[in-house]
């Protein structure tokens, strides 16, 4: 008899969760919005209850086979207004203008949008509608806490532009995963086997509770044998936490996050043994602090820490240059950091008082690099666009050269003054190259490059009207060592 009872309990427990979650989804579908680029550029731009109301998101498929490109989104509410979260790979390859740029609504009303702020370094945007949202659209609420292994979760969104309103379940297999497949999306994942596919990127990830657990960024690509295979059961979504966090910073700091600026360049040596099959192995057992911008905070240290190794950053062990990376993306500006040092022999630790990276301190870290260290010259031409006269090299720190990908000599173009189009990374398998309208965005994608060894620049001859743009790659070493750098 109580074998009976159970059975029938545990019957009736999962029918009502079945109900339950069903219901809490169909309130979450009206938050969630597709995300459509009308025309897009080549390079990229470098940068919140219905009821059964829900049923109307299937009565018939969305067209956008006008467009270039879509992924996902979902609207939150921040003071009234509401604002649509998705990720910065979604919208960034938008062309610039009113216009270019769309959300649809759970029935297909179109809203004009545009990009209110972002980060590349996360993929993570924050869009504001130009059309006033409609009352079908609700919003939906980050979680506050940390995801559980093993808890439920639930991915909605477009898959292939062809299906929206999309739902997979699946379970939290991981958190805190880092991604090192490109320059973006790199820390704080959560690793989930809720399956998502192209077009799911920038949807959210559910709790049964209806909170935002995290935003679908990435599946999980395994290169077999010339083939790519698709590994459905590893998918990635950037945790609430770290989403939440990055929102509030674009809102409250004009479209942009807050990080802490040092004035350091940390770098770490690798070498290639596998005779050009990308076999790296590191030469410098630990980063090494291998340059200080003068007039930064650390450049007025009282010692001089060029040439000092890091073991330690706010009492955290360090292994290599992602460990910096991962430890210095934790603070924010006016807390101070303390790093673990070893200057010829002796530990010690040495805490530096940071300011905040900005658009003078970003400028700061492109003339660092090209001007001071390789004797390149840049200046801005009246139409703002960077203009880069490339030097052989400073004799004083020639430890850097300007290369293409088919000679490791150096690519001498003295005299000759080239507009800066784009920069990035200009890899053979998926080049990743954003638009460059000033000193700050280049010191920006410098950035983002210097964890990979090389940055490219496409290049347009100033003077000559019939120019065909070129692309260079300049590796950070200027040889065959591969020089992984920050800049802090």
Known sequence: MNKIFIIILLLFSTSAYAQDISDILEKALSGVVTVAVIESNEEKELLGSKGNESKIAYEKALDLSNFATSGSGFVIEREGKKYVVTNAHVVESAKSGEGNLVVFSINRTRYAVKILGGDTFYDLALLEFITPPGNEISTLNFR??????????????????????????????????????????????????????????????????????????????MPIEGQIMIQPQINFALEAPVAQRIVNDILSNNGLVRRVFLGLEFSQAYEDYSYGKGLWIATDSLPVITGVIPGSPSASCAIDLTGCIVMGVNGTTIGNIEDILGEIEKMSPGQDITLTINKTGEIQDITIYPGEMGSPQLTSVCRYFFEMENGATLSTGPGQEVIFTAGSGNPANNNTGYSTKKSSGLFNISNQEKIIVSAGLNSDKEPMMWRIRSLTDLGAVLRLCGPYGFISLKLLDRNSAEAVPETIDISLSGGTTLKKTLWY
């Open 144 to 221: 506050q806490g940390e995801a559980r292994i093993g808890e439920r979760v639930y991915a909605i969104g477009n898959p292939m532009g062809e299906f929206p309103y999309s739902v997979s379940d699946g379970i939290i297999s991981a958190r805190n995963r880092i991604r090192d497949v490109g320059p973006t999306g790199k820390f704080g994942f959560l690793q989930t086997t809720a399956t998502v596919i192209w077009g799911n990127s920038g949807g959210p990830l559910i709790d049964d509770k209806g909170l935002v657990t995290g935003i679908n960024s990435q599946i999980y690509i």
